[in-house]
């Protein structure tokens, strides 16, 4: 196959908590991975990104591990604040330069 | 520094009319794409381009159709609107460099799209 699997949200969390948002993906070779952020009301912004395997990518406190053993790529933050509620999308190039993208995860932080 | 540009920002249609949704880029990408996200779902293509001239169906063409005239512009019509119709849509952009296949999509707001 050739898909991109989100954990289900929402994920609701404390303000200050630890965040986990899984992502698994299939693919052969080693596809550039992506995460997207969506603020309500608003369009998609890049996250952060890794383009080979072991690469981590980092941005604004999240982070996440490209993981080729586990095809993972597992977005992390360790503190989240109520301004990180958005829905997170995780995405993987596919061959033809479109992205496959997952079903994004909700994520509510409560002050 | 504009990036990609979506107009109309909101718009109602009754069924069966018909309307354009524009989207314009100022990043001189070659790639550009049409999107629709329902409400709760994640991302659907709809049809993409790889350059002036060019176009592809994605994986939900039925009922759009697009042009590329110019690298800028890449417009999405619906041509008899349905209630199915009723979503989200979202230009986006990318670029070729480097072969592209690590070039982020650069995306618009959105066009909030309700058939009635």
Same mark, same amino acid.
């Given at each position: 196959g050739n898909s991109v699997t989100q954990m289900e949200g929402p994920v609701t969390l404390s303000e200050e908590a630890f965040l986990t948002i899984n992502c698994t993906y299939t693919a052969t070779g080693y596809p550039s991975l992506f995460w997207y952020v969506q603020y309500p009301g608003e369009g998609l912004q890049l996250l952060l990104k890794a383009t080979k395997a072991d690469d981590k990518g980092s941005n604004k406190g999240f982070e996440a591990t490209y993981r080729k053993e586990t095809t993972s790529f597992h977005l992390e933050k360790g503190s989240v604040q109520v301004s990180d509620s958005a829905v997170y999308f995780c995405g993987k190039r596919d061959s033809n330069y479109q992205l496959i993208w997952g079903a994004g995860t909700k994520l509510i932080i409560k002050p | 520094n504009a990036g990609v540009t979506q107009t109309p920002k909101f718009r109602i249609l009754k069924i069966g009319q018909s309307m354009t949704l524009q989207c314009t880029q100022?990043?001189?990408?070659?790639y550009m794409y049409w999107y629709r996200q329902d409400p709760g779902m994640g991302l659907k293509l709809i049809y993409y381009s790889v350059g002036a001239g060019i176009t592809d169906k994605g994986e939900v063409p039925n009922g759009y159709n697009v042009s590329r005239s110019t690298t800028e512009d890449f417009p999405l019509r619906l041509e008899l609107a349905a209630p199915s119709q009723t979503s989200v849509y979202f230009c986006a952009s990318s670029s070729p460099? #480097? #072969? #592209?296949?690590n070039q982020p999509q650069h995306f618009g707001d959105g066009t909030r799209l309700s058939i009635l």
């Open positions: - | 100022d990043m001189n990408h070659n460099r #480097g #072969g #592209g296949s």
